[in-house]
Nanobody, 120 residues
Framework: QVQLVESGGGLVQAGGSLRLSCAAS????????MTWYRQAPGKQRELVAGIRSGGSTSYADSVKGRFTISRDNAKNTVYLQMNTLKPDDTAVYYC??????????????WGQGTQVTVSS
């Protein structure tokens, strides 16, 4: 069984910073891509940032220059440093991991989500 657990969400004023973490645990053989998504009320879930096992990254245009994704492969953990936060960043942030297990299964897993609220 694989679990992804996010942490680090909360309430912050506009212009502030937060750091999200997502730790994967279980019978994990290898994690390929780890990605952060977010979903605001009444909107579709959108990709925020992704990072491959080799370290290459990609970002949504709306967060480029403000958010930084990183990962610690030894800890099976991905981070999202969010700076200069705006009220439009308010959403539930979800972690996604594309991985393979020791039983040979390869699939995507999702965390439960963590709420980020940015006040103006």
């Amino acid at each position: 069984q694989v679990q992804l657990v996010e942490s680090g969400g909360g309430l912050v004023q506009a212009g502030g910073s937060l750091r999200l973490s997502c730790a994967a645990s279980g019978s994990i053989f290898r994690i390929y891509t780890m990605t952060w998504y977010r979903q605001a009320p009444g909107k579709q879930r959108e990709l925020v940032a992704g990072i491959r096992s080799g370290g290459s990254t990609s970002y949504a245009d709306s967060v480029k220059g403000r958010f930084t994704i990183s990962r610690d492969n030894a800890k099976n953990t991905v981070y999202l440093q969010m700076n200069t936060l705006k009220p439009d960043d308010t959403a539930v942030y979800y972690c996604n991991a594309d991985l393979s297990t020791y039983s040979g299964r390869s699939q995507e897993y999702w965390g439960q989500g963590t709420q980020v609220t940015v006040s103006s």
